[in-house]
């Protein structure tokens, strides 16, 4: 387990969100001791895809997704995936993984020039389909959720997985308003990603 973060309190217990549903995932591992947890993953995703409101994500990160359920399920049969949180797009928040364990979310990837971003990031899954835009409500949830996890670790970075894995992975996409997750969590530009920035001034 992580190392040197802050004490347990009310908001987190043993690297357990308080304000998070807690479905534990068994797709996880130990993080390097050496390596701070300094960033953070936005995906999206939906099972079926485009298709909302169901609990077929929680099943698929808790590996009891019905692979015969849907014709899509059959693509991805076997996958052993999991990401710490998931936002529904009522805002509903779900947890998975404990944030200092090492959930299964990134795949191969680099960012700030270091690989395997698995070992020092913090997944959180959007409900949605990359591209499309994202519900007021999941920004909300992000804002809540973000600062509590920089008062517990020494978050730098907020990335997408299309920004760690890029050619790979096109998640969460152009429909996701990063000036207006920077607006609500105040953060410096620094926090995000350079092509990010440069969309915001263009």
């Not at 947890?95 to 270091?114: E, L």
């Not at 992000?142 to 600062?147: T, W």
């Not at 152009?174 to 350079?194: E, I």
Request: proline share 7%; net charge negative; aromatic share 12%.
């Amino acid at each position: 387990m992580t190392k040197n973060y802050h004490h347990e309190s009310n908001v987190w217990n043993s690297g357990w969100y308080q304000f998070a549903h807690k479905l534990q995932s068994p797709n996880f591992g130990p993080r390097p001791d050496s390596i701070p947890i300094d960033l953070v993953v936005l995906h999206s995703i939906s099972l079926p895809p485009g298709v909302y409101g169901g609990n077929e994500v929680q099943a698929l990160f808790t590996n009891q997704l019905d692979w015969s359920a849907h014709p899509y399920f059959r693509q991805i049969e076997g996958l052993e995936v999991s990401s710490h949180f998931y936002i529904k797009r009522t805002g509903e928040i779900w947890q998975f993984v404990s944030c200092d364990d090492r959930a299964w979310h990134a795949g191969r990837s680099s960012y700030r020039g270091r690989g395997n971003c698995n070992d020092d990031s913090i997944g959180i899954e959007l409900e949605g389909v990359e591209g499309d835009s994202f519900e007021f409500a999941q920004y909300e949830a992000m804002a809540s959720l973000i600062p509590p996890l920089r008062e517990r670790y020494p978050i730098q970075h907020l990335a997408g997985h299309e920004h760690i894995a890029p050619g790979r992975k096109t998640d969460p996409g152009s429909g996701l308003d990063w000036a207006l997750l920077q607006k609500m969590l105040a953060l410096p530009d620094p926090y995000f990603p350079a092509v990010v920035l440069k969309k915001k001034s263009d």
